[in-house]
């Protein structure tokens, strides 16, 4: 009786081991790990939003603004709030690549008016200007680790799902499609000179 129920017991240990290792938990822990770096990432941007709201008030507040080039920063801050990617469309580079391109026209929009700035002096000393450009500045380098992160993480989960043994798992178990990463376009990748803008450098 004592060698029947070794071997079973032993096989039911092999078995526990191999399904241990074949992406049961990595696999979706990888995958947890990607999304909640992706909320950072959204969490960075909103932040960014809220700052240009607090910003294009300042500016408007100081009477020396072009309308124009507020009306459009305003324009590209609601567009980019409203295109959202929820963590579980991070498997559609389309939807991720949408997000990005509404971000982007916000950094462009946000430029111009930065460097339209420098025509008013005035402006340039304003204390609540500064403390924003300065928190904006901030906001921009962790934007750019947050998204940083999340491409790690990406990486980190795709590799996972791509390779033995946790491919196993991850196809029949958790039918895993793999993650789009943030794909910045060239020169992307380094938070904007906001100092400069006003230093005319």
């Not at 043994?165 to 376009?185: E, N, S, V």
Request: with cysteine; charged share 20%; hydrophobic share 45%.
């Amino acid at each position: 009786m004592a060698r029947t129920r070794l071997p079973a017991f032993l096989l039911l240990t092999v078995a526990s081991l191999s399904l241990a290792s074949c992406g049961i938990n990595s696999v979706p822990a990888a995958e947890e790990v990607a999304k909640a770096k992706w909320a950072d990432v959204q969490a960075q941007y909103q932040r960014r939003a809220d700052l240009i709201g607090n910003l294009v008030a300042t500016v408007r507040a100081a009477g020396k603004q072009e309308q124009d080039t507020l009306v459009k920063v305003t324009e590209a801050r609601a567009k980019a709030t409203s295109v959202q990617v929820s963590a579980d469309d991070l498997d559609d580079p389309a939807k991720v690549a949408q997000f990005q391109a509404a971000q982007g026209a916000l950094s462009q929009s946000l430029g111009r008016l930065l460097a339209t700035v420098e025509a008013y002096p005035d402006l340039k000393t304003n204390q609540n200007f500064l403390a924003l450009q300065s928190q904006l500045e901030g906001t921009e380098n962790r934007i750019t680790v947050a998204v940083t992160d999340y491409n790690e993480a990406v990486r980190a989960y795709n590799t996972r799902i791509r390779t033995f043994p946790d491919m196993i798992g991850a196809k029949l178990i958790h039918g895993a499609q793999p993650m789009a990463p943030f794909a910045a376009k060239a020169g992307a990748d380094s938070a904007p000179d906001v100092g400069a803008m006003f230093n005319g450098n």
